[in-house]
């Protein structure tokens, strides 16, 4: 059964600096993975997906990896801004499995 | 474009009645999915429909949970009786059609809190 996790629970950071959000997963053979970004009462919002052929995505001040053999994904924020500030979920699709299977996130504050 | 659309976004019930909650998904998306979040988790597949059909509903507690999607358009996610922990956030998402390469984009959901 894939489970995915998400290092660290919460983080807080202040205004510009470059930040890193850790994911890693248990079984390699995924379909693809993706970032999502979700605002309190709201619902999630794709970032990236990143096909599993492949090694990063980038998107603006994002940039999301992907290392199958060992688990491991990595998002990157680049001079962060408090509008950053939300919790990020990361997810995979296994194969045979044709579901996403959610981390429980990192919840992200960026201070002015 | 309009986004995915639920309905409603807050619900207030005592335990043992019923529930539902309504999703119209972007227009000429052909896969429809109901989610749960709960407090500090990720969320959790119920059932993904492609077009009016339930091709995944493993995850769906039958004995009290139903949904529908009638015309392959819009759907409902009913709950009969409604119990503590069904305390959560339903989310509904679309998408074009199913496949690896295909976004998921998700509504606002709907907040459940069953006294």
């Known amino acids: 059964k894939q489970e995915v996790t998400q290092i660290p629970a919460a983080l807080s950071v202040p205004e510009g600096e470059n930040l890193v959000l850790n994911c890693s997963f248990t079984?390699?053979?995924?379909?693809?993975l993706q970032w999502f970004r979700q605002d309190p009462g709201k619902g999630l919002t794709s970032l990236l997906l990143i096909q599993s052929s492949q090694r990063e995505q980038t998107s603006g001040r994002l940039n999301a990896s992907l290392d199958k053999s060992s688990g491991r994904s990595t998002l990157y924020i680049a001079a962060s801004q408090p509008g950053d500030s939300a919790t990020y979920l990361c997810?995979?699709?296994?194969?045979?499995?044709?579901?996403?299977?959610f981390g429980k996130g990192t919840k992200l504050t960026v201070n002015p | 474009e309009a986004g995915v659309v639920q309905s409603p976004r807050y619900k207030i019930i005592e335990k043992k009645q019923p529930v539902a909650f309504w999703c119209n998904p972007i227009s000429g998306h052909n896969t429809l999915y109901w989610y749960r979040q709960n407090l500090g988790q990720g969320p959790e597949l119920l059932i993904r429909y492609e077009n009016e059909e339930a091709v995944d509903d493993s995850q769906l507690p039958k004995d009290r949970f139903s949904a529908e999607r009638l015309k392959g358009v819009d759907s409902t996610l009913k709950i009969q009786p409604a119990e503590l922990g069904d305390s959560a956030v339903y989310l509904c998402a679309s998408s074009l059609v199913w496949g690896a390469q295909e976004t998921q984009y998700f509504g606002p959901g709907t907040r459940l809190l069953v006294l």
């Open positions: 997810a995979v699709i296994s194969g045979g499995s044709e579901k996403l299977v």
């Open positions: 079984d390699s053979a995924i379909y693809n």
